[in-house]
């Protein structure tokens, strides 16, 4: 277990106090407040040693930490338009998405070709709010990144002060952080986010209390950092080719894991103390979201390197 300062305590404190907030003002789910601090704190710890220093210093870590949960606080009822522009960012029913074929990368153009679905599709709900906007946001999230790092290796460069692009970094890091969390929770990918519906020949529970039975009631009290670091350890570093379809991929993966899911709540392995195969299932997802994320931020690093495409001259009239 890493040692714990001032701020890393002051967290803990208020773990308890931010997961009754999140519970009594989202209308969607996450992973619980432990779940997202372990995916972000593990993925800087888990950084290669070519990033910037200051991502994985004490301070740097908390911040990547404290970040983590911060986007959920964005849905609440305070602050309704917020909340319904930014609620399909956490998620992707990826068995309606699937019916469009090959997913477009830009957002604009699924929002477009969903509409268009649905036109076929009248029985189905089909709308960007029913449907999720998941990957989108991640990959945006990533290129904002990049991005801040491309400036600041020019300021490295110039010799200048970067110490504001540095904390414009960790945040960027941290919010990043939330949404491929959310990617690795399988219930996040689709149509059963929180009960199952329709046909249920395997007597799954239609009781809407497995989403934050798992992820925050289960997590919280019986996985710690130490439980999952071991798994992101094992796996190296690597940077991506098309961070677009590396992150689709992701997704799918964690999709095929739904049902798992609901066969390890209907066993019981997420009640109480649960079971070790519902430990180890959790622990396999964590540590899946902060070895995406960790690749996703080495990513951002190596490609902020790359020499920015040429402009495409204007059009002649």
């Known amino acids: 277990m890493t040692s714990q300062g001032p701020f890393q305590v002051a967290l803990r404190r208020t773990t308890s106090v931010i997961l009754l907030f999140v519970g009594?003002?989202?209308q969607a789910f996450a992973w619980g407040v432990d779940g997202h601090h372990m995916i972000n704190r593990l993925a800087g710890m888990n950084l290669p040693n070519d990033v910037p220093g200051f991502l994985k210093t004490p301070e740097g870590l908390d911040a990547l930490e404290y970040y983590a949960p911060e986007p959920d606080h964005w849905r609440g009822r305070?602050?309704?338009?917020?909340?319904?522009e930014s609620s399909p960012d956490h998620f992707i029913a990826l068995e309606r998405a699937s019916l469009l074929g090959e997913l477009p990368r830009n957002r604009y153009d699924y929002v477009r070709a969903l509409a268009s679905l649905q036109t076929s599709h009248p029985d189905l709900p089909?709308?960007?709010e029913r449907v999720g906007t998941q990957p989108y946001q991640t990959v945006e999230m990533y290129e904002r990144l990049k991005s801040a790092m491309r400036d600041y290796r020019a300021l490295v460069a110039l010799k200048r002060d970067t110490k504001p692009l540095e904390a414009?970094?960790?945040?960027l890091a941290g919010i990043l952080g939330h949404y491929v969390g959310d990617g690795s929770m399988p219930l996040h990918t689709s149509i059963y986010p929180n009960g199952w519906t329709g046909p249920n020949p395997n007597g799954y529970t239609a009781e809407h209390h497995i989403h934050a039975l798992f992820e925050s009631a289960f997590v919280g009290a019986n996985v710690g950092i130490d439980d999952v670091a071991s798994?992101?350890?094992?796996?190296?570093?690597k940077v991506l080719g098309d961070v677009f379809e590396d992150y689709l991929s992701y997704l799918r993966h964690s999709n095929t894991l739904v049902e798992e899911t609901y066969r390890l709540e209907k066993v019981g392995a997420f009640t109480g103390k649960g079971m070790p195969e519902g430990?180890?299932?959790?622990?396999?997802?964590?540590?899946?979201?902060?070895?995406?994320l960790r690749d996703i931020i080495y990513t951002a690093w190596v490609r902020s390197a790359d020499p920015l495409p040429a402009r495409e001259a204007p059009p002649t009239r």
């Open 78 to 84: 305070g602050e309704p338009q917020l909340a319904n």
């Open 126 to 128: 089909l709308s960007v």
């Open 24 to 26: 009594i003002t989202q």
């Open 168 to 171: 414009e970094i960790v945040f």
């Open 279 to 292: 430990k180890k299932f959790a622990e396999e997802r964590l540590a899946a979201g902060a070895i995406e």
């Open 231 to 237: 798994l992101v350890q094992a796996e190296k570093p």
